[in-house]
């Protein structure tokens, strides 16, 4: 045999490359020889046990050798079914690795128990990452600590496809002081690979639900892993999941936060207070926007210590009732008075009764005092009403128009009248502005018609032309002032007057938002654009026929 696998091996050397199939028949031939060869030392006596040893080990080198070199004409199939029939695991393996058959080889690591020498494996660049999530609920189940340091380790894992092996390790009694490895991994997807997966971060939630100690569980819930990102939530596990979970493991401190997260307020105060009393007023101290809302919260605790303390010893009354001033006079003892017993007696209560009348006693005076400083504000206002009909400015006889430029005190037959006005003695109406100005009442129109806007202007004008059909015969005593008699004795052609004079002499069109407006006016109208194109400069028709004349110089 030894001689024919001699043969063979030497044949296979002189075959030419094109020789293909006599190739792989010749090498599947010797592959079969050797595994003989191996197998029959195996079966010999132990009668010389070392020279045995060192021919087999020397013999299982020879056929690796032989299958690192021929593993590309080798059939892979027919291989290693002749491998696995002869019971040559190892060799298998091996040549399961040579030809890139790496899901063989992780199984059969994962068999003997060899979990680093598995993970190895799947570190290869070559290996598919899809291998990584096939043999992750062996690995973990197999190795937690060196499973969990590897998917650390690598970069390009989806932890969400690591969730199966994850809950199949969880669901697995653990000992107490052991360090949970798979909270390990979920906790440096969260903090240190900033994961926003709900599903990794709903898993960490329920594993640390199921620790006996909440405070890891409230670190979570309490941290915002999105703060700072626009548009984004502050957190990414499902609310609602968490409360169910915290309600089924009793993690009430847990469900308190989760209903004040959720703005349930009235919830989280009620369950805080089967838990702690203290951390119910927390809780009734966070709403800040809702004044109502906040006092309803502080009854609820008013209303626990007070039931509380009932039925026991007048020290206990007086407990509820000092409560009071932990709210900040939020709540008052006519808030708290239904909650005590009937058989409470009075002098239990003589002292917060006593601060609340004080308390009343301060409000009535405050009160006094403002309606007083109102009284007096309606009188000042009455005085400047009375001021103001007796209010005059002082024309100066030069002083002109501010439109027109002509005198304001000038007389003439065409500025006698406005439309809608009648003239003062030999002057026309005119009007003067605190700042100064002066302007002819229809020059005035005129100029704030032509600066408003289109509908402003509509109005102005219609009421010019409500006041001409009309024919106002009421005269004002003086130029824009009314009096008090005035005012309530007006007639309809006075009211569109006044409505005229608010129109477009509420402010000086000088000082006011009219010139401010005009500020982005352009210099030149639209309709100006003729009178722009008349002054352009147009060049000089038939230049040919003009000579040059160079002059000496």
């Known amino acids: 045999m030894d001689a024919l696998r001699t043969f063979l091996l030497r044949k296979l050397d002189n075959l030419a490359k094109d020789d293909k199939c006599q190739i792989t028949m010749i090498s599947t031939w010797a ?31 020879e056929f690796r050798a032989f299958l690192s070199d021929c593993k590309d ?43 680093k020498k598995a993970l190895e494996v799947l570190r290869k660049l070559a290996v598919p990452i899809d291998l990584q999530y096939k043999f992750a609920p062996d690995l973990i189940t197999l190795d937690a600590y060196e499973t969990v340091e590897s998917w650390m380790a690598s970069n390009n894992l989806n932890p969400r ?10 669901s697995e009694p653990h000992a107490k002081n052991e360090t949970h490895e798979v909270i390990k991994y979920l906790e440096f997807c969260v903090h240190r690979l900033h994961n926003e997966d709900p599903g990794i971060h ?43 979970l ?35 007023m927390a809780e009734a101290d966070k709403v800040e926007d809702d004044e109502d809302l906040r006092k309803k919260l502080w009854l609820m605790v008013a209303k626990h210590v007070i039931e509380q303390e009932k039925g026991t010893k007048r020290e206990n009354i007086r407990k509820a009732i000092a409560f009071l001033k932990e709210t900040d006079g939020l709540l008052k003892i006519e808030d708290i008075l ?125 009421l010019q032309k409500q006041l001409t059909l009309l024919g106002s015969e009421a005269r004002r005593e003086s130029n ?8 309530t004795s007006m007639n309809p052609a006075d009211k569109l007057r006044s409505q005229l004079d608010d129109a477009v002499a509420s402010e000086c069109p000088f000082c006011g938002e009219l010139m401010i407006r005009e500020i982005s006016l352009p210099f030149i109208l639209p309709e100006e654009a003729q009178q722009v194109a008349s002054w352009e400069i147009k060049p000089p028709q038939n230049l040919g026929n003009h000579r040059s004349i160079s002059l000496p110089v």
């Open 338 to 462: 239904p909650f005590f017993p009937d058989f409470a007696l009075i002098d239990d209560f003589k002292e917060a009764i006593c601060s609340s009348l004080e308390d009343y006693n301060k409000q009535i005076e405050l009160l006094k005092q403002e309606m007083n400083d109102a009284t007096h504000g309606a009188d000042n206002i009455r005085n400047d009403i009375s001021a103001l009909a007796q209010r005059y400015a002082v024309i100066d006889r030069d002083e002109e128009c501010g439109v027109c430029k002509r005198k304001i005190l000038a007389v003439g037959g065409d500025y006698r009248m406005a439309l809608g006005y009648t003239a003062v003695g030999p002057m026309a109406p005119f009007y003067v502005f605190p700042c100064g100005h002066a302007f002819h009442a229809h020059c005035l129109i005129a100029h704030v018609t032509r600066c408003t806007n289109e509908s402003q202007a509509e109005y102005i004008l219609d």
């Open 73 to 115: 004409v080798l059939d892979e199939v027919t291989t290693m079914r002749l491998l696995e029939s002869y019971g040559r695991v190892e060799e298998l393996v091996y040549f399961a690795s040579l030809k890139e058959q790496y899901e063989i080889v992780v199984h059969y690591y994962i068999q003997q128990g060899e979990a």
């Open 246 to 280: 915290c309600l089924k493991e009793k993690r009430m401190r847990a469900c308190v936060h989760i209903y004040s997260m959720m703005s349930m307020h009235e919830e989280a105060v009620a369950l805080a207070l089967q838990v702690d009393p203290e951390l119910a």
């Open 31 to 61: 592959t079969e020889l050797y595994l003989d060869k191996i197998n029959r030392l195996l079966l010999e006596d132990d009668t010389a046990l070392e020279n045995r040893n060192s021919e087999y080990h020397s013999i299982i080198k």
């Open 161 to 170: 496809k690591l969730i199966p092996a994850m809950m199949r390790y969880s």
């Open 202 to 244: 709903n898993l960490l939630l329920s594993l640390y639900a199921k620790q006996e100690d909440d405070s890891s569980l409230l670190r979570f819930l309490q941290c915002k892993f999105g703060q700072g990102r626009e548009n984004g939530p502050d957190f990414f596990y499902d609310p609602k999941y968490a409360l169910r």
């Open 480 to 487: 824009g002032g009314m009096t008090d008699e005035s005012i």
